[in-house]
């Protein structure tokens, strides 16, 4: 769904698909959800599968038509898919030519090359935060495991002190900043600013990592001193390359998105004319569309060609780089295809008019509502899209720079303590040689920490905004 009719929805609600009053709707949501997380945890099934289910249950135990709840549900899909769905294939093609290029592998020989002692952690967070901007969570797990084996290892460093800061530098791109599927679909239902909305976002971010990362992994390799394994240290693209592209091409190109989005939201706030010339330059290449495309073209040419592929390698990567996102954008599309069925039985009108004698305020609201779905599903994905779809409405009137606290709100909330229902929980327990009990006491409590920091420093933001 586009920013403007997300706007326009908030501020003059379509006639609901069914007539139930709002204590029904209230028991649809929970019931609809329930079916989601039932599926999910119990049945293991997919969440795509899952999301369609429970959309379609939703409308049903809200009283809709089911040929109403279909239409719904697939308008939803459609739109969601239709804003987002080119964004995530351009930033996994981005992605990949990143990995393949040994572009990544630059970035990170760089920057250890120039780090040591108390510094290293430090460096990790630098080095994650860099390579995760482009990069799915699971691909920068992947692509960096490698280094903090090998750095633990070769520097004689606590596992943790090491791995920690990456994950988290990893894990705040994730739930945080554009152009990560999380973020973009919440701006998205939200009609947030996406320049506003990264600009704010860095601002959480940064000392959300710090906290998270280099100084929470000073306890984490007091409570959990376990060696590098060995084993699952796999080899490094750039092993099998002749030449790779250099740091500042690199740095550059994988910036250069965030660098044309950033203009863009400082033009419209310091210009705010859109008939000025250089308002509309920026409107334009600073899109995400745009943007993101962009820097595809010129990763061709600055890593691709730079590492010496030629024009079938580089058709072949890009190629390689779309088929692992197809879950992604199934859940993704499904995620808003559950929000628009939430819509159009009216439960944003419900949340509107039980909202107004409650004394919690919005940000908070929706850091919660993500929360309960985040522990519920083990997804931040699903989190951010379903709380998206339930507060949305409650953005339409809120500033600029409120509407994109709310989105930071949502995505610190979708990645509130990861656990055994989580896949990236298994991921980083598997990597990092883990048993469960150590992987909760580290990764599960970073999690943790980055959420409740988040919130923190958004609420705090929204006091001076």
């Known amino acids: 769904m586009t920013s403007l009719s997300v706007e326009m929805l908030a501020a003059d609600p379509v006639e609901p698909i069914t007539s ?5 709707l209230g028991i649809a949501v929970l019931a609809g959800i329930a079916v989601i997380v039932l599926l999910i945890t119990r049945f293991k099934l997919h969440a795509f599968l899952a999301l369609t289910i429970g959309s379609l249950a939703l409308g049903a135990f809200a009283g809709a038509p089911l040929d109403d709840a279909i239409a719904s549900f697939s308008t939803g899909l459609g739109n969601t898919v239709a804003g987002v769905g080119v964004l995530i294939a351009l930033g996994a ?5 990143l990995a393949d290029s040994g572009g990544a592998d630059q970035i990170v020989d760089t920057i250890l090359a120039k780090a040591g002692g108390r510094a290293m952690p ?4 630098l080095i994650a935060s860099i390579i995760g901007l482009p990069l799915f969570f699971e691909v920068g797990i992947v692509l960096l495991i490698p280094v903090v084996l090998m750095v633990a290892k070769r520097g004689n460093y606590s596992l943790m002190r090491i791995g920690i800061p990456a994950l988290a530098g990893l894990s705040v791109m994730h739930g945080l900043i554009p152009p990560h599927p999380g973020p973009l679909v919440a701006i998205d239902a939200i009609g947030a600013n996406l320049g506003v909305t990264l600009a704010l976002g860095l601002v959480v971010a940064i000392p959300t990592v710090i906290i998270a990362g280099p100084v929470f992994s000073k306890y984490a390799a007091r409570w959990v001193d376990i060696p590098a394994p060995e084993k699952m240290i796999p080899q490094r693209a750039s092993d099998d390359l002749d030449k ?10 994988v910036l250069l998105p965030v660098v044309l989005m950033m203009a863009k939201a400082l033009v419209d706030i310091v210009v705010d004319n859109p008939d000025n010339g250089l308002q509309r330059v920026t409107d334009v290449l600073g899109s995400p569309l745009i943007a993101l495309l962009a820097a595809v073209l010129v990763g061709i040419f600055t890593l691709g060609r730079a590492a010496g592929f030629t024009k079938e390698r580089i058709g072949s990567t890009v190629e ?6 197809a879950g992604v954008l199934l859940i993704v ?3 808003g295809g559950f929000k628009q069925t939430l819509i159009d039985i009216g439960v944003g009108q419900m949340i509107l008019d039980f909202s107004k ?5 919005t940000l908070l609201l929706a850091w919660l509502i993500a929360v309960a779905i985040r522990l519920a599903t083990g997804s931040a994905t699903v989190a951010t899209i379903s709380a998206a779809g339930l507060v949305a409405p409650l953005a339409a009137d809120m500033s600029t720079s409120h509407a994109a606290l709310l989105v930071l709100a949502i995505g610190a909330g979708s990645l509130f303590f990861s656990h055994v229902n989580d896949a990236g929980f298994w991921l980083v327990k598997e990597y990092f040689g883990m048993n469960v009990g150590q992987t909760i006491k580290t990764w599960s409590v970073m999690e943790t920490i980055i959420s409740v920091v988040g919130i923190v420093f958004v609420l705090l933001l929204s006091l001076v905004l």
């Open 93 to 97: 093609i981005l992605g990949k030519l």
């Open 122 to 125: 430090w460096a990790m967070v």
């Open 244 to 253: 790779r592209p250099s740091f500042a091409a690199t740095v550059t190109t």
């Open 20 to 24: 139930a009053g709002n204590a029904q």
């Open 333 to 335: 599309g499904a995620g």
């Open 357 to 361: 004698d409650w004394a919690i305020p």
């Open 320 to 325: 390689k780089s779309l088929a692992p996102i």
